[in-house]
């Protein structure tokens, strides 16, 4: 049984989620967001919807331990500027032996091996799975 993503939702984004893909992305979302707290908005799962979902600007799904992270190695002015997340982590790649990926990153990566191998090449599938886990958020 497949059942549809929020009807907003489903329209936007024109993808469809089985009712365990939701189950496990409601978990993911409950599980991130006791791990980590949001740096933008006021849940981190929220921030990381935000910048996917509404406003573009990928730092606002920061955690504030990434901020933590990335103010060792950066100005704040650096990691709010326009060279996006992707830059910043193969910087940090390239300036610690001990680095690990952002809890951003990490959150994005988890939610993506909810999908299918169909929903893998859906242009707008992330969109929609964390437009559903922003809503989510408690």
Sequence with gaps: MTTNTH???NK???TTFTGKQFDRLKALTRKWNKRCEGNYESTFVGGVAHGYCDSGILTDGLSAGDIDMLSKYFTSE???SVVG???LEAW???ASQTYTELDCTRFVLAVQRVFTRA???QEHALEAAL???WECCE
């Design 7 to 9: 009807n907003v939702i």
């Design 12 to 14: 936007e984004y024109k």
């Design 78 to 80: 650096t990691i709010y």
């Design 85 to 87: 997340i992707d830059t």
């Design 92 to 94: 940090m790649q390239e």
């Design 119 to 121: 929903q893998h090449k």
């Design 131 to 133: 437009a559903y886990c």
